[in-house]
Structures are given as C-alpha cells and as structure tokens.
C-alpha cells in the first residue's frame, strides 16, 4: 500500500507563502493525474491544481496567478508553490495520485492564513 506524505503546512500572515510537498512512500508507475485539493471549515472538497498525464496542469480560478503545482518524477513528489496568500485559503490541503487501480491520498495539512 502506497502512502502519501504531505508536508509544508503552518501558519502564514496574507500576502505570505508557503511550499507544500507530498511524496510517495514507494516507487509508483503510470500516474496519470497528480492533485492537490483543500476543505476549509464547513466546505466540500474542491481541486485547487492538478498535473494531468505529467505535462497538463490545471487550476481552479480562485488560485490561478498565485499557485504554482510541479512534480519531481525521479523521487515520485509533488509540490505546491502558494504565494500571495489569503485569508480565503486558509483549508486543509490534501494530495492526490490517481490512475486506474488506485487512487491514493494524503493524510492532510492544514494552511491558516491570517488577515
């Protein structure tokens, strides 16, 4: 079972940044969409970038400008650049790398941006 470790999460005044990592425990082949999602309080899940088929990259509106998604294909790890942070960003954030036949998540950490 493959796991998915998050990490870069914390506490960060708006206008700041900050870097969130996520890398799998085990050599994994064929991923073909790499995702990083958030909840805040109260709030469904929503995609906030995803890397399709290793090339692709997607962004939902509200971060577009501000966030940056990469991976790094040799150590299987994937980053979230977050600059220019707001208040409204403030969720837990959650990785996501999917293909057919799994679909493995992160355990989830937590961005506070305070106004």
């Known amino acids: 079972q493959v796991q998915l470790v998050e990490s870069g999460g914390g506490l960060v005044q708006a206008g700041g940044s900050l870097r969130l990592s996520c890398a799998a425990s085990?050599?994994?082949?064929?991923?073909?969409?790499m995702g990083w999602y958030r909840q805040a309080p109260g709030k469904q899940r929503e995609l906030v970038a995803v890397?399709?088929?290793?090339?692709?990259?997607n962004y939902a509106d509200s971060v577009k400008g501000r966030f940056t998604i990469s991976r790094d294909g040799v150590k299987i790890a994937m980053y979230l650049q977050m600059n220019s942070l707001k208040p409204e960003d403030t969720a837990v954030y959650y990785c996501?790398?999917?293909?057919?036949?799994?679909?493995?998540w992160g355990q989830g950490t937590q961005v506070t941006v305070s106004s």
């Open positions: 890397i399709i088929g290793g090339r692709t990259t």
């Open positions: 996501n790398f999917r293909s057919v036949g799994y679909d493995y």
């Open positions: 085990a050599s994994m082949r064929g991923i073909d969409a």
